[in-house]
């Protein structure tokens, strides 16, 4: 009696480790958010595209920050413009390389977007002539 | 390297650019917020020249645009483009694709008085989806939608989310789409859950993000994956009230990549997030 009981036990433990085992197989694993952007950084969308060079899968990431240099975006002297950001990426999200400015320093820049074809990748944004 | 800028307009107001490539074919979609017209402009040799290629999107015509037409959205690949815009007007998405890098192009409807959010276009293969938040009876019912075309021919309508007015999420207003192998869909967009997408600090509430995918071109689909909640309480957890504007990428055939807007007040005081799927569905 207590084999079979034994038995059974083991087979239901053995069946609910090969569900487990197919789920975890089947499901989807997130990592944690992680900051994707300096402080202030935003974007509005299109702001992802994937090449594959080789073996290697990059991702190339754009966006908005209106604190460059730590410091608030505005059209007094002082103030920086606001920046349009490009960041490579690994398949894994991790940085590669550091974070680039594609517009003028001296120009605000804003709803950014991103594409890519081969070896090319395209940014677009408006230039703004004025903050607000 | 980057190349030198290159300007495409040199007055009036332009918001709202989307860009797409495929080969040596660039494509870029904006506003002119000034006539409400959805521009498109095309280079076939690797961004060096543009030209306007005059397409314009049956239901979005400046009749339609007194308040605004916005949100354009282009998607590129092979020699087939597809793309979608949204009047303000009448709350009516318009799309259209192409098999001949825009040379031509079929309109249709995504969805009539019932849009409130910006429609979004991927494109991979011979297929081109698109996805956006709906909203209909001042939103007593609201959700996700998805609709993917291949080869020349337009899918039914796919429903990711339904949401109503006692549901944990009310609505939506951003959606963002991706594709994956053959059949692969991804979608992520912003669900809010107070009516009118408010934010609430007792109890804690705002606008989660939410993943959902499916491996039939939206016929079925997994269960939702929440990314981001809006409803902490930690410091951290307070500054992520709002989390909208997702964009997404398959990296792989078993790896997905979110990027999304994540902030308290302001939306630009906060940050962009990141996150990535690994597996498969």
Redesign the interface.
């Known amino acids: 009696m207590r084999r079979r009981i034994s038995t059974g036990t083991t087979a239901a433990a053995m069946g609910l480790v090969l569900l487990i085992s197919a789920q975890a ?26 090449t594959k060079q080789g073996s290697t ?1 990059y ?1 190339h ?1 754009v ?2 920050n ?1 604190y460059p240099g730590a410091h608030p975006a505005g059209d007094n002297p002082g103030n920086p413009r606001e920046a349009v950001m490009y960041q490579r ?1 690994t ?3 991790a940085a590669s390389g550091a974070a ?1 400015r ?3 320093s001296t120009e605000h820049g804003n ?8 070896s ?1 990748v ?6 703004l002539a004025k903050y607000f | 390297m980057w190349s030198a800028i290159k300007s495409l307009t040199t007055s009036g107001e332009i918001d709202d650019p989307s860009v797409a490539a495929s080969g040596s074919y660039v494509y870029i979609a904006y506003t002119n917020s000034l006539t409400g017209a959805l521009k498109l402009q095309i280079s076939s040799d690797f961004g060096a020249h543009f030209h306007d290629s005059g397409l314009s999107m049956t239901a979005i015509t400046t009749s339609t645009c007194t308040n605004y037409c916005a949100y354009p959205s282009v998607a590129a690949a092979a020699s087939n483009v597809g793309m979608a815009g949204l009047s303000g007007d009448t709350f009516t998405v318009s799309a259209w694709t192409s098999i001949n890098h825009a040379a031509s192009k079929a309109d249709f409807t995504l969805t009539s008085g019932d849009a409130v959010g910006n429609p979004r276009v991927a494109a991979l293969g011979n297929r081109i989806a698109f996805a956006l938040p709906t909203c209909g009876g001042g939103c007593a019912t609201a959700g996700i939608k998805a609709k993917v075309w291949q080869g020349g021919t337009l899918g039914p309508d796919r429903t990711a989310a339904s949401y109503t007015t006692s549901s944990t999420y009310k609505r939506s207003y951003t959606a963002d789409v991706g594709l994956s192998g053959t059949t692969g869909l991804g979608l992520a967009w912003n669900a809010c859950r107070k009516a009118g997408c408010a934010t609430d600090e007792s109890p804690a509430a705002g606008s989660d993000m939410v993943w959902r995918e499916s491996t039939d071109d939206g016929l079925s689909w997994k269960s939702p994956f929440t990314l981001q909640t809006s409803t902490g309480t930690t410091a951290t957890g307070k500054q992520r009230r709002v989390n909208a504007y997702a964009s997404i990428v398959f990296a792989s055939a078993t790896k997905r990549v979110v990027v999304f807007d994540a902030y308290n007040g302001p939306f630009n005081q906060g940050s962009v997030l990141l996150r990535v799927g690994s597996g498969a569905p």
């Open positions: 197989a089947a499901a989807v694993t997130w990592g944690a958010a992680k900051s994707a952007s300096a402080p202030h950084g935003f974007n509005t969308g299109r702001a992802l595209a994937t899968t991702v990431q966006y908005v209106n990426r398949a894994a999200g680039v594609v517009n003028k709803g950014s977007s991103v594409a890519v074809a081969g090319h395209y940014v677009a944004w408006t230039h």
